[in-house]
């Protein structure tokens, strides 16, 4: 079946650290690749998705390169805001076998925390 | 609406009553999911819609779980003889399209459901 596997946390940085969470996935067919954000007390944000191999999504100094030789999808950021504190989950979507690509699958999530 | 509405926010209650959720869709949103977040674990699938129809309830844990969508826009969510392991945040999200593509999910904030 489907699976994510991301980066347990907690993960602090300072203030304009760079940041990397990893991500790694399970799946048949070809998923597409997502990376939501958490903020305290919001519901699930969209932060960046790749639907097929070598995008690189991009959003808010946010990146992830969809790499299918190594199953990953590693969100990163060159110099993280105290704003960025949050929990960050990478997920995935993939057809089933009546081509059906609903279903979201998602890694337990990491928290970060950026401290001023 | 402008976003995904969830009621209650919180609800609390005891070992064995009956309790529902309610989700209130962005207008025009054809295709609903609800998900189920314990805690320090990502969201699982529980149930889509597709209108009116639920399209794969494979996600619904047990027969004490049940989910309508009558008019294709509002669902609500009814778990029956609740069990403290219902426990969770659930999670209600909309898109505008189902089944095929990448599809991009707007979620509500959550109803946290503590059972004692």
């Known amino acids: 079946g489907n699976s994510v596997t991301q980066m347990e946390g907690p993960v602090t940085l300072s203030e304009e650290a760079f940041l990397t969470i990893n991500c790694t996935y399970t799946?048949?067919?070809?998923?597409?690749l997502f990376w939501y954000v958490q903020y305290p007390g919001e519901g699930l944000q969209l932060l960046l998705k790749a639907t097929k191999a070598d995008d690189k999504g991009s959003n808010k100094g946010f990146e992830a390169t969809y790499r299918k030789e190594t199953t990953s999808f590693h969100l990163e950021k060159g110099s993280v805001q105290v704003s960025d504190s949050a929990v960050y989950f990478c997920a995935l979507s993939a057809p089933d076998s009546g081509g059906s690509n609903y279903k979201l699958t998602f890694g337990k999530g990491t928290l970060l925390t950026v401290n001023p | 609406g402008a976003g995904v509405s969830q009621t209650p926010s919180n609800k609390v209650t005891e070992k064995g009553k009956y309790v529902e959720l309610r989700c209130d869709p962005i207008?025009?949103?054809?295709?609903l999911y609800w998900y189920r977040q314990s805690l320090g674990q990502g969201p699982e699938f529980l149930i889509y819609?597709?209108?009116?129809?639920?399209?794969?309830d494979s996600g619904l844990p047990n027969d004490r779980f049940f989910a309508v969508r009558p008019e294709g826009s509002v669902s609500t969510l009814k778990i029956q003889r609740t069990e403290r392991g219902d426990s969770a945040v659930y999670l209600c999200?909309?898109?505008?399209?189902?089944?095929?593509?990448?599809?991009?999910?707007?979620f509500g904030a959550g109803s946290r459901l503590t059972v004692l």
């Open positions: 799946a048949t067919g070809y998923p597409s």
């Open positions: 207008s025009g949103h054809t295709a």
């Open positions: 819609f597709q209108g009116t129809g639920a399209a794969d």
């Open positions: 999200a909309s898109s505008s399209v189902g089944g095929s593509g990448a599809n991009v999910l707007t």
